[in-house]
C-alpha cells in the first residue's frame, strides 16, 4: 500500500507526556522518522506546535484517550489537518508496546490514509456541549438529592409520595417548609394543598400523620436548601445556555417542531452534533455515530448480535427521552408508530426506533431548512388501507358478524 501523506506526525498523548513521531518522506521513499517527546503544560505544547511547522508537517493524528487529547487539539488547532481517532480502531497488534512504538504505529496509519477521523464540532459547538454536559450532571444531582430526601420522608412515615404526584411541585414544597418549620399540625398542612390537590385534602392528612424527629428535621433542612442551591445554578447556566444558542437559535427552533424534542432536547442535538450534516455523509451514518440504530455483526451467513453501539451517550440519551415523550403526543405519527412497534417489539426496542426517526428527521431540517411535516396518525393506515380493512373484516366474522364493505360515494 502507497503512503498518501508525505509529512504526518503521531501522537502518543497522556496526562503529562506527549511523545511525537514525524514521518517524511514521498510515496516510493522510505520514510524518514524522528521522534520527540514532551510535556503537557502549555508552553511544551507550544513547542511541540513550531517544530512541526517548522519540519512543514502538513497531518497529525492521535487517539481519543479521555480528555487528554483536547488541550493538543486546541493548542495544534489551525495549523495542521488534525486526525483524532477512536482508539479501539487503530489499536497495534499484540507484542511489544511502548510509547514510542505507539506514536510510530499511529503516524505509519496516518501516512497510509488508515485513521478514520472522528468528529470534532468547532470551538462554538464544543463550549456548548460543555455547557449542555454540566447541566445534565446538575439536573442528575438534583434527582439524586430529591430522591435521598423522599427515602428521608419515608423512615419518618410521611407518605407524601404515594398521594402527591409530584412530592416538589407548589403544593408539595409548601407542606415540605411547613415540615421543616415543625408548628403545624397534619390537617393544617394539608390545607396547603393547591389546585387539584386541594381534592386530596383528606389523604394529604393522613400522609402526613408521621413520626418527625428533630433529625428528620435537621437533614430535610439541609436538603431543601441543597435542592435550592442546584436549583439556582441550573437557571444561571441555562440563561448562560441561552446565550450560546443565540447564533443557532434557527435550527434550535427548528429542532423544536418534532414532536417530543423540548428546548432542552434540542440544544443538546444543536451541541452534540452541530448545525453542519455535511460532516456527515448520510442520515444513517450519523444514526450510527449516535448509536441509535441496531449493530451489524454478521458471521457465516447468521446475525451475531443486533445490539446497538454505544455511539454519542448524551445524544443517545436525550433522543430517547425526546422518543418517550413523542410516544405520548396525540394525533401524531410517531405515537402510531411508537405503539404499533411497542405491540410487536417491545418497549425498549420502540424507543430506540422512534429515536432513530426523530434524529433522521433532524438530519434533513438541518441539511435542507425545511419545516417539520407530520404525517399524522392515519398515515400508517392510509398506507396499507386494504391490508387493514381485511384484517377487520376477518376479526368481526371470526366473532360471527356478516361483515360487508362498500367505500361512500363521496369518497375519493
Known amino acids: 500500500m502507497e503512503p498518501i501523506v508525505e509529512r504526518c506526525c503521531g501522537l ?7 511523545v511525537a513521531c514525524l514521518l517524511i518522506g514521498g510515496a516510493h ?61 487503530i489499536k497495534n497488534v499484540p507484542g511489544r508496546k511502548t510509547d514510542v512504538k505507539d506514536s510510530e504505529w499511529i503516524a505509519d496509519l496516518l501516512r497510509h490514509g488508515l485513521i478514520a477521523k472522528s468528529f470534532v464540532p468547532p470551538p462554538p459547538i464544543r463550549e456548548l456541549r460543555d455547557l449542555l454536559r454540566y447541566r445534565r450532571k446538575l439536573v442528575e444531582s438534583r434527582t439524586a438529592e430529591r430522591n435521598r430526601l423522599i427515602r428521608l420522608l419515608e423512615s419518618a412515615n410521611i407518605k407524601l409520595s404515594s398521594v402527591a404526584s409530584d412530592v416538589f411541585g407548589v403544593s408539595g414544597m409548601l407542606m415540605l417548609k411547613a415540615l421543616l418549620a415543625g408548628n403545624a399540625t397534619a390537617e393544617q398542612m394539608a390545607q396547603l394543598a393547591k389546585g387539584q390537590m386541594k381534592k386530596k385534602v383528606g389523604e394529604l392528612t393522613r400522609a402526613l400523620e408521621g413520626r418527625v424527629e428533630e433529625h428528620h428535621r435537621y437533614l430535610l433542612g439541609r436538603q431543601m436548601k441543597r435542592l435550592e442551591e442546584i436549583g439556582g445554578d441550573i437557571d444561571q447556566l441555562e440563561q448562560h445556555i441561552e446565550q450560546k444558542l443565540e447564533p443557532y437559535r434557527r435550527e434550535h427552533e427548528l429542532l423544536m417542531q418534532i414532536p417530543g424534542v423540548d428546548w432542552g432536547v434540542a440544544a443538546v442535538m444543536v451541541a452534540e452534533m452541530g448545525v ?9 451514518h450519523l444514526a450510527a455515530w449516535a448509536g441509535v440504530c441496531p449493530g451489524n455483526q454478521q458471521s457465516a451467513g447468521f446475525n451475531k448480535s443486533g445490539k446497538s453501539r454505544p455511539g454519542n451517550v448524551h445524544l443517545k440519551t436525550a433522543l430517547v427521552g425526546a422518543a418517550v415523550s413523542a410516544g405520548k403526543k396525540k394525533g401524531s405519527y410517531l405515537k402510531d408508530k411508537y405503539y404499533r412497534l411497542k405491540a410487536r417489539r417491545g418497549a425498549k426496542r420502540a424507543q430506540m426506533a422512534i429515536a432513530h426517526k426523530i434524529l433522521v428527521a433532524a438530519y434533513h431540517m438541518l441539511s435542507t431548512g ?13 398506507r396499507s388501507e386494504t391490508q387493514v380493512a381485511g384484517n377487520l373484516v376477518r376479526r368481526l366474522e371470526r366473532l360471527g358478524y356478516e361483515v360487508t364493505i362498500q367505500r361512500p360515494a363521496s369518497a375519493p
Open 276 to 284: 453542519d450534516m455535511r460532516v456527515f455523509l448520510s442520515a444513517m
Open 12 to 18: 502518543d498523548v497522556h496526562q503529562g507526556t506527549v
Open 370 to 382: 425545511k419545516l417539520y411535516k407530520d404525517l399524522g396518525e392515519s398515515y400508517l393506515d392510509r
Open 29 to 89: 521513499q522510505k520514510a524518514r522518522k524522528e521522534v520527540r517527546t514532551y510535556g503537557t503544560m502549555t508552553r511544551d505544547l507550544m513547542e511541540l506546535r513550531q517544530w512541526l511547522v517548522e519540519q512543514g508537517c502538513t497531518h497529525v493524528g492521535m487517539e481519543s484517550t479521555g480528555v487528554y487529547w483536547k488541550p493538543v487539539y486546541s493548542v495544534l488547532e489551525g495549523a495542521f489537518e488534525l486526525v483524532v481517532g477512536n482508539a479501539r480502531h
